[in-house]
């Protein structure tokens, strides 16, 4: 049920959302290639907004978490632009198959960094659990507060695939509330908490060793830059390298030939990159994760 509080801003996106009709498929096609590859404006909001439904109904769905729905679709709304910056029609599925991931994700990232002033998680195992582990406590009827049983921490670590331990850390973080590390760990006051914690900074042989890394993935490149002809590149660097990547009709006015084009002598330049970095890094005896990052 939405909070009192939330009713009118809930009714007033309600009443956005519904300003933009469902599309057909047909339809969010020719919209989707209109932004790809025109980067045409007025398609753009048509094909957004008309998942501002989506969004509004995957906010509702976080809502117990104790922060505005409003806040929570203004998130979402951040994951469904990301969506559409990177959606390629061509592919065959529906914007609001591919929309989903990149609109639960953003939600998600914005609750976790709201939970606490610590991160509650950083790796996809401890998200999974941040996110499950009060509906585990309601199956498994303990709603209590303070540490579970150890019977509820085996069957929650069993079914959510994660150590005992960070089952137990997540609980005791989400039943809790946040202190201040500045705060005296004893009466005299002479330590604080702050004073326990490790430094998590990479040390300075980690800093070098991935300046060396950084360092050969630049020279692999360069090197299989130079192995494309001068199209190639252009094209590559135009398309993949820039901050504003120019669209497939600036760069068949430019070439004098059809965006299909542009877009297949794109594909050809960028495996061909790719086929030239990882025979560079095979030759250079370096893994295959380092030659293709």
Same mark, same amino acid.
């Given at each position: 049920?939405?909070?009192? &509080?939330?009713?009118?801003?809930?009714?007033?996106?309600?009443?956005?959302?519904?300003?933009?009709?469902?599309?057909?498929?047909?339809?969010?096609?020719?919209?989707?290639?209109?932004?790809? &590859?025109?980067?045409?404006?007025?398609?753009?909001?048509?094909?957004?907004?008309?998942? !501002?439904?989506?969004?509004?109904?995957?906010?509702?769905?976080?809502?117990?978490?104790?922060?505005?729905?409003?806040?929570?679709? %203004?998130?979402?709304?951040?994951? !469904?632009? @990301?969506? %559409? @910056?990177?959606?390629?029609? &061509?592919?065959?599925?529906?914007?609001?198959?591919? %929309?989903?991931?990149?609109?639960?994700?953003?939600?998600?990232?914005?609750i976790l960094h709201s939970a606490s002033?610590?991160?509650?998680?950083?790796?996809?195992?401890?998200?999974?659990?941040?996110?499950?582990?009060? @509906?585990?406590?309601?199956?498994?009827?303990?709603?209590?507060?303070?540490?579970?049983?150890?019977?509820?921490v085996t069957a929650i670590a069993t079914?959510?695939?994660?150590?005992?331990?960070?089952?137990?850390?997540?609980?005791?973080?989400?039943?809790?509330?946040?202190?201040?590390?500045?705060?005296?760990?004893?009466? &005299?006051?002479?330590?604080?908490?702050?004073?326990?914690?490790?430094?998590?900074?990479?040390? @300075?042989?980690?800093?070098?060793?991935?300046?060396?890394?950084?360092?050969?993935?630049?020279?692999?490149?360069?090197?299989?830059?130079?192995?494309?002809?001068?199209?190639?590149?252009?094209?590559?660097?135009?398309?993949?390298?820039?901050?504003?990547?120019?669209?497939?009709?600036?760069?068949?006015?430019?070439?004098?030939?059809?965006?299909?084009?542009?877009?297949?002598?794109?594909?050809?330049?960028?495996?061909?990159?790719?086929?030239?970095?990882?025979?560079?890094?095979?030759? %250079?005896?370096?893994?295959?994760?380092?030659?293709?990052?």
């Open positions: 049920m939405i909070p009192f &509080d939330n009713k009118d801003a809930f009714a007033h996106l309600l009443t956005d959302a519904k300003r933009f009709p469902m599309l057909t498929a047909e339809r969010e096609r020719e919209l989707a290639c209109a932004w790809r &590859d025109n980067r045409d404006e007025a398609a753009l909001r048509q094909l957004v907004g008309s998942h !501002l439904r989506l969004v509004i109904k995957v906010a509702r769905g976080f809502s117990g978490y104790g922060l505005p729905l409003s806040d929570l679709v %203004a998130e979402g709304n951040v994951g !469904l632009m @990301q969506a %559409a @910056q990177k959606f390629e029609p &061509d592919r065959g599925f529906r914007f609001a198959t591919y %929309a989903l991931w990149w609109i639960r994700a953003a939600i998600q990232e914005y002033i610590v991160k509650m998680g950083t790796t996809a195992a401890q998200k999974k659990l941040f996110f499950n582990l009060r @509906q585990m406590k309601g199956r498994l009827e303990h709603l209590e507060e303070g540490d579970l049983r150890p019977e509820s079914a959510l695939d994660v150590p005992e331990k960070d089952v137990i850390e997540m609980n005791r973080r989400l039943s809790g509330a946040d202190g201040s590390l500045n705060a005296s760990r004893r009466e &005299d006051g002479d330590s604080e908490w702050l004073d326990l914690l490790v430094e998590e900074g990479a040390s @300075q042989e980690t800093a070098l060793a991935e300046a060396d890394e950084l360092a050969q993935r630049r020279r692999l490149l360069g090197e299989a830059m130079a192995g494309l002809n001068e199209r190639e590149r252009e094209i590559l660097v135009e398309r993949r390298l820039r901050d504003e990547p120019l669209t497939l009709e600036d760069l068949s006015r430019r070439f004098k030939v059809s965006r299909e084009r542009i877009r297949q002598l794109e594909v050809r330049a960028v495996e061909k990159l790719r086929k030239a970095m990882l025979e560079a890094g095979r030759m %250079a005896g370096l893994p295959t994760g380092l030659a293709t990052a």
